[in-house]
């Protein structure tokens, strides 16, 4: 037998042993017997604080650590202005996107050539495209990251190819911690989960090299977040 069929051979009989559906793992296996996971979890992570104003904070921090933009804007007018002005700055000649009603409206604020990914498209022509605009599941306030699925985002290919990834969330989206985005994962999608959940953490990066953070390495070389009505 070669490695290759070694290899394979040891794939097909891990998969002969079910795994859980998401959120239905023995989480009290290594956990005291009483509370909740989600509560267990919270005694070991950063504490966020419980107001929308703290949690705004928090995200906001951790994004400019995480070297993302971030705009909170307090009126559909005011994400207007700084979506336009940041097409202007950075010269767009062109996007991608996909459907939902707050890409819709920003597509047709911006009056710039269109891909969407819930269409056929061209790969290229998506890597091509100054910026990358999607909608998302959540934010983070704890860690500073996006929560994004293949539904909610366009796909998978949406949130990497373009240089610069753009995200339009609702006040709303904003959460306390990382055991509030599995339990609306959960609450959201139940037992159809989505073929790719992500948490983007700011832009893509590396520090492999001589540990020299090196942006878009993986990814978009910029993360910009929206936060509106």
Not at 5 to 23: D, N, Q
Not at 52 to 69: G, H, I, S, V, W
Request: proline share 7%; net charge neutral.
């Amino acid at each position: 037998m070669t490695e290759r069929e070694k290899i394979f051979a040891r794939i097909r009989e891990a998969l002969t042993v079910p795994a859980p559906l998401p959120g239905q793992h023995d989480a009290g296996h290594h956990a005291p017997a009483s509370g909740t996971p989600s509560a267990q979890a919270r005694e070991w992570l950063p504490p966020v604080g419980d107001s929308f104003e703290d949690q705004l904070a928090r995200f906001r921090a951790n994004a400019a650590d995480l070297k993302a933009t971030f705009y909170f804007c307090n009126s559909r007018d005011e994400l207007a202005k700084l979506l336009c002005e940041l097409r202007d700055v950075e010269g767009w000649k062109k996007i991608a996107s996909h459907t939902g009603e707050l890409t819709d409206a920003a597509c047709k604020m911006l009056g710039l050539p269109v891909s969407h990914t819930d269409q056929k498209f061209d790969a290229n022509e998506l890597e091509a495209s100054d910026a990358g605009i999607t909608e998302c599941d959540a934010l983070v306030a704890q860690t500073g990251s996006v929560l994004v699925t293949n539904r909610s985002a366009g796909g998978r290919a949406l949130s990497v190819l373009p240089p610069h990834h753009v995200v339009l969330a609702r006040r709303e989206q904003l959460l306390r911690d990382l055991p509030a985005a599995f339990e609306l994962l959960k609450k959201k999608y139940a037992a159809n989960y989505p073929s790719m959940i992500s948490f983007i953490t700011g832009p893509s990066r590396t520090g492999d090299i001589e540990r020299i953070l090196v942006l878009g390495a993986h990814g978009p070389k910029k993360l910009t977040i929206f936060c509106g009505p």
